[in-house]
């Protein structure tokens, strides 16, 4: 069985939202025309609570995109961003929703951050993702979403380690950083990962 991830398709990530990824919104027309090629859709949903140590303003004297340490993990601190049962947490209602059969929400421990959608950064707990996959005889996964050099790179890297085909299609993908993308794809590539573009599928 094949599953499509979308990772973390909410309004924060959208051109707009908080956390902005840039062109972010070429993806839904990309995403809502690939849903009906999988057995399989899943979300992911990145669910802060407010006093989330990911977010700036929860560091006093420290600003956005500075770098901290947290649980012993280096740590950027991002705009408060998919706060729990804000507009901005939501999936964008441009997406077709009656593909997805479950969404797997992330980030919900205010002191690690959670960039996978299978484990928190610190690999202590599971979403319990990966598990749900097997149990649907799922042995290929693909990933879209936002963004592209942090979720779903890090989505995609536990994905492999799980022992699942793993691709990351191209554009249907869109990264926060360029710069930070091409290293990525290096490592998922070195890893094992392939990259295809949504008209090889
Ligand atoms: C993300 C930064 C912080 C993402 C989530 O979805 O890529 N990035 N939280
Ligand atoms: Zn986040």
């Given at each position: 069985m094949k599953a499509l991830l979308l990772i973390d398709i909410q309004y924060d990530f959208l051109?707009?939202?908080?956390l902005e990824v840039p062109g972010g919104d070429r993806i839904i027309p990309v995403v809502n025309r690939l849903q009906p090629l999988f057995d399989l859709v899943v979300a992911t949903q990145d669910w802060h609570p407010p006093d989330h140590k990911s977010f700036a303003r929860n560091h006093p004297g420290k600003k956005v995109f500075e770098q901290v340490e947290l649980e012993g993990l280096p740590q950027v601190l991002w705009p408060?961003?998919?706060?729990?049962?804000?507009?901005?947490?939501?999936?964008?209602?441009?997406?077709?929703?009656?593909?997805?059969a479950a969404v797997f929400r992330k980030g919900?421990?205010?002191?690690i951050d959670s960039y996978s959608g299978f484990y928190d950064n610190g690999h202590r707990r599971s979403t319990g993702l990966a598990a749900y996959l097997q149990g649907m005889q799922v042995h290929e996964i693909y990933l879209a979403g936002l963004a592209a050099d942090i979720c779903v790179f890090f989505t995609a890297l536990d994905s492999l380690a799980a022992g699942f085909d793993t691709v990351i299609i191209e554009d249907a993908a869109q990264a926060l950083k360029e710069e930070d993308y091409k290293k990525a794809m290096q490592r998922f590539r070195d890893a094992g990962g392939r990259l295809l573009r949504s008209t090889q599928l």
């Open positions: 051109p707009g939202g908080a408060a961003h998919c706060v729990q049962e804000t507009q901005g947490a939501e999936i964008s209602a441009e997406i077709s929703q009656h593909h997805i919900m421990d205010p002191a």
